[in-house]
Nanobody, 125 residues
């Protein structure tokens, strides 16, 4: 089972930045589809960005493209989400997720079977 531990959430004003981290353990790091998802109060879980740890270009949700960047440090088995130009609409609990290869590389939360505990991101106007 893949274990995921997130950190880096917090409160920031509109236009600010935050970086989320997700430390991965329990499986070969470079054989995972991994993603960041978020869930705002009263809403469903939304895919934000996804990447295949073995290489390739990431996929972003339209709502965050150009503002958020997903990246990784394989040596540290850590996934990151750099969030810039944050807006109040970005307020949510953010989750790191993973599924072992072979995997569908997309933003569908149903395709992931390992989840972190979540970290709160609050953006005030």
């Amino acid at each position: 089972q893949v274990q995921l531990v997130e950190s880096g959430g917090g409160s920031v004003q509109s236009g600010g930045s935050l970086r989320l981290s997700c430390v991965v353990s329990g499986y070969m790091y470079n054989r995972l589809c991994m993603g960041w998802f978020r869930q705002a109060p009263g809403k469903g879980r939304e895919g934000v960005a996804t990447i295949y740890t073995g290489g390739g270009l990431p996929i972003y949700a339209t709502s965050v493209k150009g503002r958020f960047t997903i990246s990784q440090d394989s040596a540290k088995t850590t996934l990151y989400l750099q969030m810039d130009s944050l807006e109040p609409e970005d307020t949510a609990i953010y989750y790191c997720a993973a599924v072992r290869s072979p995997c569908n590389f997309n933003l569908d939360a149903g395709g992931y079977n390992s989840w972190g505990q979540g970290t709160q991101v609050t953006v005030s106007s």
